[in-house]
T-cell receptor, first 114, second 111 residues
Framework: GAVVSQHPSRVICKSGTSVKIECRSL??????MFWYRQFPKQSLMLMAT?????????EQGVEKDKFLINHASLTLSTLTVTSAHPEDSSFYIC??????????FGDGTRLSIL | GENVEQHPSTLSVQEGDSAVIKCTYS??????FPWYKQELGKRPQLIID?????GEKKDQRIAVTLNKTAKHFSLHITETQPEDSAVYFC??????????FGRGTSLIVHP
């Protein structure tokens, strides 16, 4: 069964709306979680590293004020896409793992901004 | 920085043939190399992995080989089946514990 749960799986909303995506590790504690964005037929693009109890580390070119990340507990990280616009439409996916152990991915969230 | 190159980007084979996907990496500190399979619209799933202290690992029809000297690792799928059709990603993990993914290989197995 899934060890990482991601919700919601699909969001369709109007431009200007803020959208929150949750990523939970179900049976292990994850001090670090990763957030990716994936465009059609492309690889996983790392957006940021979510660190429990501290600020997220963003990759170059990713706007931290646009993509807010909160990792308040060892089992939950959230990504909020603020004031979303059509260009933010994409497949967002999280992963979690401990240290050098395999990463487990959530089911992903398909975000569509009208 | 860490970089992973993956080839080919597309691989088309007949059912029953073997498929090989290769990745090269640049970080000499890399010590963990997983392979993921992603079906359309779904999450990547770990199918096999290898650590730097071994050169080969097998799991039924799937095998991974690692050459640390040359800094490359490969995924081998034998007796391919149509349900093997998917996008496959290699990845590497080094001292930073931040995984770096290859660009992916779209494998198409024709019945």
């Amino acid at each position: 069964g899934a060890v990482v749960s991601q919700h919601p799986s699909r969001v369709i909303c109007k431009s200007g709306t803020s959208v929150k995506i949750e990523c939970r590790s179900l049976d292990f504690q994850a001090t670090t979680m990763f957030w990716y964005r994936q465009f059609p037929k492309q690889s996983l693009m790392l957006m940021a590293t979510s660190n429990e109890g501290s600020k997220a580390t963003y990759e170059q070119g990713v706007e931290k004020d646009k993509f807010l990340i909160n990792h308040a507990s060892l089992t939950l990280s959230t990504l909020t896409v603020t004031s979303a616009h059509p260009e933010d439409s994409s497949f967002y996916i999280c992963s979690a793992g401990a240290g050098d152990q395999p990463q487990h991915f959530g089911d992903g969230t398909r975000l569509s901004i009208l | 920085g860490e970089n992973v190159e993956q080839h080919p980007s597309t691989l088309s084979v007949q059912e029953g043939d073997s498929a090989v996907i290769k990745c090269t990496y640049s970080d000499s500190a890399s010590n963990y190399f997983p392979w993921y399979k992603q079906e359309l619209g779904k999450r990547p799933q770990l199918i096999i992995d290898i650590r730097s202290n071994v050169g080969e690992k097998k799991d039924q029809r799937i095998a991974v080989t690692l050459n640390k000297t040359a800094k490359h690792f490969s995924l081998h799928i034998t007796e391919t089946q149509p349900e093997d059709s998917a996008v496959y990603f290699c990845a590497q993990l080094g001292g930073s514990y931040i995984p770096t993914f290859g660009r992916g290989t779209s494998l198409i197995v024709h019945p």
